[in-house]
């Protein structure tokens, strides 16, 4: 598996005379293709056989051609109001600093995806063995130094979510956070978490050769592939090779969710939550560093920014 992107660079830098933008223009244009033809190696001889073409539920189509489905992926835009209202008001002065996840998208990955065409049910039950997409009325979210899961959603009711949005809301009210969503209707498949494991594995193997390397080539191209694995699989006329908007939405879902989980865990640490954005971005005070090992690994954090709040 890594063999097939470490040839695929090798081949286009022997193309090119050892040009290395050149070569990264042809990777970045072939990456489509190329990071499929890894899935499909990725999948042989795997325990399930996913479908490819599954039929697709009416909340995963796209209303227009430039328009939205129904799916809400919980996407955060947040930052505590209070402590900001705080700061303008001259009674809190901090030091913040503005924390980067590394390949949030790569990370994501590994969550749990439908195998095979999604199936309707009606009621309360959550079965931890199936994934797809839910409607839900989530309870009131109360806290004011951690975001809601759902992130930057302001509309109150129900709404569709996904399988990662759905788990991590079940989490919180374990925590204690909120109450239990209220589940009305699903549209789900047997799941695994290990359909894009294998995939997963090699890209990350050889992204982190590249950081070690400072060899920018690889490290673009393998970015690029799974980047644009995740915003292809869906309805998109780039890859035709798969039409799977249910897992485009649920990893990246599961992007936000792992940005949240970040979150929470420099809560519990004692660091003050400052804001969160995007898919990769979370702002702290404190002394982070004893909380996030530093550096450019899946498993680590790098420090993008500090600046004062209050100042």
């Known amino acids: 598996m890594t063999d097939r992107i ?33 899935f499909a190696a990725s999948r042989v001889g795997g325990r399930y056989e996913h479908s490819e073409f599954p039929p697709t539920a009416d909340i995963l189509k796209k209303t227009s051609q430039k328009g939205a489905d129904q799916i809400w992926e919980g996407r955060p835009k947040w930052r505590a109001e209070e402590l900001y209202r705080a700061a303008r008001g001259g009674h809190v002065r901090l030091d913040v600093t503005a924390l980067d996840m590394n390949a949030a998208y790569l990370a994501a990955l590994k969550t749990w995806l439908p195998i095979g065409k999604l199936v309707h049910s009606e009621g309360a039950g959550h079965d931890p063995k199936r994934s797809g997409v839910h409607l839900v009325t989530p309870a009131a979210w109360e806290m004011t130094d951690l975001p809601s899961p759902l992130g930057a959603r302001k509309e109150p009711g129900r709404l569709w979510i996904t399988e990662p949005t759905l788990r991590l809301l079940l989490r919180c009210a374990k925590l204690g956070f909120c109450g239990e969503p209220v589940i009305h209707e699903s549209w789900t498949s047997g799941a695994s978490e290990g359909l894009l494991e294998k995939m997963r594995r090699a890209l990350a193997e050889v992204r982190k050769e590249a950081v070690a390397n400072s060899d920018e080539v690889v490290n673009e191209y393998v970015k690029s592939m799974y980047s644009k694995f995740v915003s292809t699989i869906g309805e998109s006329t780039a890859n035709r090779e798969i039409r799977r908007p249910d897992w485009m939405h649920i990893i990246r879902s599961q992007a936000f969710a792992n940005l949240w989980l970040k979150a929470h865990k420099a809560h519990t640490a004692g660091l003050t939550v400052v804001e969160m954005s995007g898919t990769d971005e979370l702002h702290v005070a404190g002394d982070w560093q004893q909380v996030f090992p530093e550096g450019r690994d899946l498993t680590q954090v790098k420090a993008k920014s500090i600046y004062t709040l209050g100042e």
């Open 6 to 38: 470490r040839g695929r660079v090798a081949q286009e830098l022997a193309a090119h005379d050892g040009n290395q933008s050149a070569a990264l223009a042809a990777l970045l244009k072939t990456a489509i293709p190329d990071v499929m033809t890894l």
